[in-house]
C-alpha cells in the first residue's frame, strides 16, 4: 500500500512569503479566469480571493478528502469552480488546450515524481510523447501552458531539475519556443516547510504564453538566486540576492537547450565553445557491480566505513599477478583471487588498497549471467586510468585507478592518450573543474553523461609536464607517507585557473 501523501504528492505551500511572490507574479486583474491545477487544501485560492474576492478560479483536485475541504472552504463563493478530475487526463481540460488555451492566470505546486501506476503511465506516455512521464511536475507545466491564452502568465513551484537534466531536455525546449519566460527565482528546497529533497533546489518559474517562437527567442529574462532566507521573495530586488539575465536564444543555443546558470561569463563560453570535451579525449564509463557484495566482496579492515558488513580478506588469497594474466576477464583459477576494487568515496588522487573482489572463475560466471550483477563496460577493468565518484558530497573528486577493477558507483576515465592521465587526474580535483561540472548540472551527481560535457583544454606542452610531474609526485607522495604538500597543489590549481580562465 503507498501512503496517501505519496499517492497524491500532498505538500501544501504553507509559506507565506512563496505563496505572495508567486500571487504577484501573476499581475491580476479583475476579469481574469484564473485555474489551480491541483488544489490541495486552497492556498493559492485563499490568497487571489483575499485580493479580489470575485476572482473567477476554476480548481481541479484529484483527492476526493481535499475536493471536500475545497468545498467546505469556498461554498461561499460561487465564483469559485471545485472538480474532483486528473489534470493531467481530464477531457475537457485536454479539449481546451488544443484549441489555444482559455485562462489568463495559472497558478500551481504540482505533484513532484508523483506514483503513478503503470496504467496510467503508459496513458501518459502516449499523451505526452516527448516528455518524460515518470516525472509528474514536468507533464503539470505542460499541460498548463498548453491551457494559458496567448499573453496569460503562469507561476509554477517546482523542483529545479527541469533546467538541466537530460530528461527534461523536450520540456526545455517547448517552454523556450512557446513562452517569454518573466523571472526565474532558485532557492534551497529547506526553504519549503516539511520538504528537504536534498537531490534538487526548488524554482518558482514565471512565464508568459507567446504563440510567435520568434519574440520567444529575443525575450530576456531575469534569474535570482543567493538566497538565505525564505522572505527575500518578498523583496527581490535585494541587494544580497543574485540576478542574471538571459536571451532564451542564448539558451536555446545551449547543448541540449540546458539553462546554464554562471557567475562567470567565461564559464558559459566554455561551455559552448571549447573545441574538447572531456568525452571527445577520454572514455568515461560506469564500472561493475557483483549483483551481492556482501557475499562476493572483502574488506581489509572492519574500521574502514561500513567495513564491519563486510568479511576480512585473507592477505593469501588477494592476487598481486593479475596484471599480466591475458585471460583475466574470465576469473583466476585457484586460491589466489581476490583482487583490488576502487570504490565511490571522495579521496582525491589515490585511494587506498582496501577492498577486494571475489574473482574466481565461478564468481565471474555469476557477474555475467546474475541478474542484478553488472558486468558493464569490461574492456576498461584493470587498466590505467582515473576514478570520479558518480556522487560528491562538496567538490568533485578524482583517483587513480591503477589497473584496478572499479565499482559502479565510480565513472572510470581513461584518456586515450594515456600520458594525459595525471593531467586530467590534477584537472578533476581543481576548484576549476567543480566550477564547470557545476554549471553543466548543479545537482551533486557526476554521471558519466555530464562529465564527458566537461570542456577540456590541454595546455602548452612545458605547463603539460609540470603539472604531470607535480600531480605525480602528490600520488608518490600518498603512497610513501600517506599525505601531500598542499601547496603544491595550490599551484596547479593556479596554473590550470591560468589555462581555462576560471
Ligand atoms: C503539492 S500539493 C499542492 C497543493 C496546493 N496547490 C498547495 O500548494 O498547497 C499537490 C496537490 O495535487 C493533487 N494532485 C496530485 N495529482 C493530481 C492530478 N493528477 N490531478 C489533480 N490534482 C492532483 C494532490 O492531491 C495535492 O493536493
Known amino acids: 500500500m503507498i501512503s496517501e501523501a505519496r499517492k497524491y ?23 481574469d479566469k484564473i485555474f489551480e491545477p491541483c488544489g490541495g487544501d486552497g492556498v493559492f485560492v485563499e490568497a487571489i480571493l483575499s485580493e479580489n474576492e470575485f476572482a473567477h478560479i476554476d480548481i ?21 469552480i471545485i472538480r474532483e478530475c486528473d489534470t493531467l487526463l481530464d477531457t475537457e481540460l485536454k479539449f481546451n488546450s488544443c484549441f489555444g488555451g482559455i485562462y489568463d492566470k495559472i497558478i500551481a505546486n504540482p505533484p513532484y515524481g508523483a506514483w503513478q501506476d503503470y496504467e496510467k503511465r503508459a496513458v501518459l506516455k502516449k499523451m505526452y510523447p516527448e516528455l518524460y512521464a515518470k516525472e509528474s511536475y514536468g507533464l503539470f507545466l505542460y499541460r498548463c501552458i498548453e491551457l494559458l491564452k496567448e499573453d496569460g502568465i503562469l507561476s509554477f513551484i517546482i523542483p529545479d531539475t527541469f533546467l538541466n537534466l537530460h530528461m527534461h531536455k523536450a520540456l526545455r525546449n517547448h517552454i523556450l519556443t512557446t513562452t517569454q519566460i518573466v523571472e526565474l527565482a532558485l532557492f534551497p528546497s529547506s526553504f519549503f516547510p516539511g520538504v528537504n529533497f536534498g537531490y534538487a533546489n526548488l524554482s518558482i518559474i514565471t512565464l508568459s504564453k507567446k504563440s510567435n517562437y520568434k519574440e520567444c527567442l529575443q525575450n530576456v529574462f531575469n534569474v535570482v538566486n543567493g538566497f538565505s532566507e525564505v522572505e527575500q521573495l518578498t523583496n527581490i530586488e535585494d541587494e544580497h540576492l543574485k540576478t542574471y539575465s538571459f536571451k532564451q536564444e542564448d539558451v536555446f543555443n545551449n547543448p541540449d537547450h540546458a539553462f546554464l546558470i554562471a557567475e562567470n561569463s567565461n564559464i558559459l563560453k566554455l561551455i559552448n565553445q571549447s573545441k574538447f570535451k572531456v568525452g571527445d579525449i577520454a572514455d568515461c564509463v560506469t564500472g561493475f557491480y557483483s549483483g551481492d557484495d556482501k557475499r562476493f566482496l572483502q574488506v581489509i579492515s572492519p574500521e574502514l566505513k561500513n567495513g564491519k558488513h563486510y568479511n576480512l580478506v585473507n592477505a ?8 599480466n594474466n591475458p585471460d583475466i576477464l574470465t576469473g583466476i583459477d585457484g586460491h589466489q583471487h581476490f583482487l583490488p576494487i576502487v570504490k565511490g568515496g571522495n579521496t582525491k588522487y589515490l585511494k587506498p588498497e582496501s577492498w577486494f573482489m571475489n574473482w574466481s572463475k565461478e564468481a565471474v560466471l555469476h557477474y555475467k549471467t546474475d541478474k542484478k550483477a553488472r558486468f558493464q563496460n569490461p574492456k576498461y577493468y584493470f587498466k590505467f586510468g582515473i576514478g570520479v565518484p558518480m556522487i560528491s558530497s562538496s567538490s568533485i573528486t578524482a583517483s587513480l585507478i591503477e589497473n584496478k577493477l572499479f565499482d559502479q558507483s565510480i565513472v572510470g576515465i581513461f584518456p586515450k592518450d594515456e600520458s594525459l592521465t595525471y593531467y586530467l587526474l590534477a584537472f578533476f580535483n581543481s576548484p576549476t573543474c567543480n566550477k564547470l561540472i557545476r554549471t553543466i548540472n548543479p545537482s551533486a551527481n557526476n554521471p558519466a553523461n555530464y562529465i564527458k560535457k566537461i570542456p577540456i583544454i590541454i595546455p602548452e606542452k612545458s605547463v603539460l609536464e609540470l603539472i604531470t610531474e607535480i600531480t605525480k609526485n602528490i600520488v608518490d607522495e600518498l603512497k610513501a607517507i600517506g599525505r601531500y604538500n598542499e601547496n603544491e597543489e595550490l599551484k596547479i590549481w593556479e596554473m590550470i585557473k591560468q589555462i581555462y580562465k576560471v
Open 9 to 31: 504528492q500532498a505538500f501544501y505551500t504553507k509559506s507565506t512569503p512563496i505563496v505572495d511572490y508567486m500571487v504577484s507574479k501573476l499581475s491580476l486583474q479583475a476579469s
Open 60 to 80: 481541479c483536485e484529484l483527492n476526493p478528502k481535499s475536493v471536500e475541504i475545497l468545498n467546505e472552504k469556498f461554498s461561499d463563493c460561487p465564483n469559485v
Open 316 to 323: 593469501e588469497t588477494i592476487n598481486s599477478d593479475y596484471k
